[in-house]
């Protein structure tokens, strides 16, 4: 019985599956990261525009501010 288990986790399929699921997760977590970053800047900071964020001004008066 186990090695049918072993089979099927060894198989290629499987693999494809399991970067599938890590590249999908990867992708949703950037793109919540794009979108928490606008709605960070426009309503939370109070900048306006959220497409603004994406302004190397402004990541250049953050980078300032921190150091």
Request: proline share 3%; aromatic share 20%; no cysteine.
């Amino acid at each position: 019985m186990f090695e049918r288990l072993e089979h099927f986790y060894n198989s290629k399929p499987f693999v494809m599956i399991v970067l599938i699921r890590i590249a999908l997760f990867l992708g949703l977590a950037f793109l919540l990261f794009i979108v928490g970053l606008m709605i960070g800047y426009s309503v939370l900071g109070g900048g306006g525009n959220p497409f603004s964020v994406f302004s190397w001004d402004i990541w250049q008066k953050i980078i300032d501010f921190i150091h």
